[in-house]
């Protein structure tokens, strides 16, 4: 897992997750892999509100969004 302390090379990360009426959604399981090795990076979960966020390095990530009763989704993204 990431250690936090040291923020000087990471970049924030964060949004809100809502169903197709717009209704924020809580509990999402999200977990982050490296795109190069898939190697787990860090772990969030949204909020009563569908808001998370996260601090990881800067690098190319794949995000995996979970929670029972929806579907699955997932996308690349750089953190610059």
């Known amino acids: 897992m990431i ?3 040291n923020f000087e090379s990471q970049n ?7 169903d197709e009426k ?3 959604i809580m509990g ?3 977990n982050v892999y490296k795109k190069e090795n898939g190697e787990l990076v860090a772990v969030s979960q949204s909020d009563s509100e569908g808001h998370w966020n996260l601090m990881i390095p800067k690098g190319e ?3 995996l969004f979970e929670k ?3 579907i699955t989704a997932s996308f690349e993204r750089t953190v610059e």
Do not use: A, H, R
């Open 22 to 24: 717009l209704n924020p």
């Open 3 to 5: 250690n936090q302390d």
């Open 68 to 70: 029972d009763g929806f």
């Open 28 to 30: 999402v399981k999200i």
């Open 12 to 18: 924030g990360t964060d949004s809100v997750i809502c």
């Open 61 to 63: 990530y794949i995000f």
